[in-house]
């Protein structure tokens, strides 16, 4: 259930091969044990068109929504293990930011199909 949205300025394209940068995200996500593996979905969304302080300049945001539940000590931890990961990952970005939010889980709804296996 938990949504992890990257949104970025293109430029980083050519910084940093992005999906590694998933991975180590997904991986950093699920230590601290409130995120389970399964259920944790990625997506990255480039922006070829912002507007920051000068045109030098790109960003990294990270939007995590997770049902209602966790504490705010975990919430933060979890943004530091993100930032860790972003810092190490992408140094010469100028703006990395993390905001996770909290889903009504009365509000939310979604349908999952079964994995199909195939023998």
Request: with cysteine; net charge neutral.
């Amino acid at each position: 259930m938990p949504h992890l949205v990257i949104e970025y300025a293109r430029k980083i394209e050519h910084q940093t091969a992005l999906q590694p940068l998933l991975q180590q995200l997904f991986e950093a996500a699920c230590k601290g044990g409130i995120i389970q593996p399964q259920d944790l979905k990625l997506r990255a969304l480039p922006y070829d068109q912002f507007l920051l302080r000068t045109p030098d300049e790109t960003f990294l945001h990270i939007t995590l929504s997770l049902l209602e539940g966790r504490t705010d000590t975990q919430k933060e931890q979890l943004a530091i293990s993100l930032r860790q990961v972003l810092t190490e990952q992408l140094p010469n970005v100028t703006s990395l930011s993390i905001d996770i939010r909290d889903m009504n889980a009365i509000a939310y709804k979604k349908r999952l199909l079964p994995l199909h296996n195939p023998e």
